[in-house]
């Protein structure tokens, strides 16, 4: 087991602040254009309830689209690999549509599913799902001939062949999907609040943008990255707790499976 | 599936007066086995049959590519045959251990868990098997790694464990095929001396596949000699030493001759030419 790595990070990060608040000083960059990390710091201490209530506005709607899209997606994804029929179609079918770029459907769910939480729901699964899927089906699918013929020669049924072989054979596959879901669900929460909202983080910008209030603006931003990381650290920690015998988990050098990362 | 009902209906027709009394364990009849490819078709076996008697050891001996292999899964149901049928009585495929070339851990299970998926498999209570697969992983030398990951095993420890996990159903009939192929020859000499023991204590009729001479004779009843291009059965030869046998065996006279006999075989039969 390598140790916990996140202090090294953390110095990292602190030091990219840094970094920023000495550029911005040093080259007298306007507060207009990039704020110092101060003024960033300040603005959201001047008003930390705001910014907690609109914080935990996108996060919940990340979180929901995140669900839905690991329970969807490992669904369809079983489905895919169980019926040669819905190979062909379901999964054609979700291909294609992982080619649109599904930010311009925004406005639709808008239509769709009204101003509140279910259309930026709706567009976080739509743009996370995919990940979920592909990576999947992938991880199913890899079950090697060995594996196929040890579970034929015990004799067991499908659904044994599939909860004994091949989902523990896929985990790796479908947490790498997860840990790329997770980011694009945030992607989904943000952009659907872009489009029509009253509040959440991606409001907060947007409004803040139309006043001029650049300290806002990198205050959210702030905000979204420090959610984003520390989701992105929930998920490694998913990963060490779910797969603890997997190559990636045993030494400091093999990597998981690498996600194949859909269009968003 | 069509070989169980087979068998089934078979084991009804002709051995339900004193079923126990069954001397056969698998019947092999005039079996061939084609394989499509984009080359054309492969004949894999030619016609190949076989009595196999309950509680027998038959080694099936032959050059890379003969098809034992192929022999091996159609006895276990994992391949359809392209001609002739196998009989298999008793249990049919319900009571079959396979131990493959390789072991075929999964790294997400302990040892103990690897050793209890057939159980789990099968819709059996694992809890009410353990104190089994505690005790046959002791008898192959595996005591106190049960809670390992396969990783963690030596490759001839992994091959015990794989052959735990075959016996842990108590199955009537045991497949393997090249179980010690990846082996070095010590450790290999060791699991012989251990699956001898073990076979000579439960009897189960056994099919073992084998490049190797001596890992035959020391092993078997019966050695099967199988020819390739396309497999045929060329040669059926009775092994005659008294068990339990000891290594040691290896030294006696006749050994000697049964190996040279079968070496002179598979000579005859181009074994050696093509490698
Ligand atoms: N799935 C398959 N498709 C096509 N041809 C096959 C297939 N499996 C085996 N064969 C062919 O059938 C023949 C016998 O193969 P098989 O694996 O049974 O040999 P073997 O005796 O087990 O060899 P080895 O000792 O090397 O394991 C070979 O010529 C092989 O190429
Ligand atoms: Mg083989």
Redesign the interface.
Known sequence: MRAFRLPTELWTLAALLALWEAVVVVFRVPEILVPSVRVVFDEIASNPDFYLVQSMHTLSNTLAAFVLSVVFGVGMAIAIVSSRFLEKTLYTVLVALNNVPKVALAPLFVIWLGTGNASKIAMGVMISIFAIVIDAVLGLRSL?P??I????????SGL?MLL??RL??A?PSIIAGMKVAMSLSLVGAIVGEFVAAQNGLGFVILSAQGMFRTDRVFAAILLLAAIGTTLYYLMEVLERAL?P??ESQ?HGTARAPAAVVPKA | MAVAALSAANAAAAHAVVPFDDPLAIEIDAVGKTYASSDGAVTALGSVSLDVRRGEFISLLGPSGCGKTTLL?MV???EDTTTGHIHLHGRG??G???V?Q?D?L???RTILQNVL??I????GRPKQYRDRALALLATFGLAGFENK?P?ELSGGMRQRAAICRALIDDPELLLMDEPFGALDALTRDELNVELQTLWHRSRKTTLFVTHSIPEAVFLSDRVVVISDKPGRIVEVLDIDFPRPRGLDIREEPAFGHYSRHLRDVLERHGAFRKR
Do not use: C, Q, Y
Request: no cysteine.
């Open positions: 090697t060995d594996m013929d040890l579970g034929r020669s015990m004799r067991g044994k004994k072989l523990p054979n985990l797969i015998w997997h045993r | 899964r276990a149901g994992l495929l319900d079959l251990g396979f493959f390789r075929v999964l790294n997400w998926l057939p789990e498999f099968r819709g990951r990783w």
